[in-house]
Nanobody
Framework: EVQLVESGGGSVQAGGSLRLSCTAS????????MGWFRQAPGKEREGISC????????YYAASVKGRFTISRDNAKNTLYLEMTSLKPEDTATYYC???????????????????????WGQGTQVTVSS
């Protein structure tokens, strides 16, 4: 059984930073590309950043590009999201996501698609106050 456990969320003031982590088990971690998705209050889920299986390719949504950095440590089965210059509009529940099947398309295309068939973590809350 695939398990994804996010941590690192919390409450910060605008301009602050947080580092999210996602520890995975039950899968060959280094085989899969992975991503961070989020859902803000009253909004739909969206993919914000994804990374290829070996970390050589990344994708960022325009809303976070230049402020967030995705990375992974395949030896530790862990995915990270470094978030800086946080804004109130970054307030959301953040989810770690891994595909449930092989995806042959572009990383960005996968990252922009919200698919409930993928494996999702339970989420970690990030609250940014102004």
């Amino acid at each position: 059984e695939v398990q994804l456990v996010e941590s690192g969320g919390g409450s910060v003031q605008a301009g602050g930073s947080l580092r999210l982590s996602c520890t995975a088990s039950g899968l060959s971690f280094g085989y899969w590309h992975m991503g961070w998705f989020r859902q803000a209050p009253g909004k739909e889920r969206e993919g914000i950043s994804c990374i290829s299986s070996i970390g050589d390719r990344t994708y960022y949504a325009a809303s976070v590009k230049g402020r967030f950095t995705i990375s992974r440590d395949n030896a530790k089965n862990t995915l990270y999201l470094e978030m800086t210059s946080l804004k109130p509009e970054d307030t959301a529940t953040y989810y770690c996501v891994v595909p449930s099947s092989t995806y042959a398309g572009q990383l960005g295309s996968w990252c922009r698609e919200v698919n409930d068939d993928n494996h999702w973590g339970q989420g970690t809350q990030v609250t940014v106050s102004s």
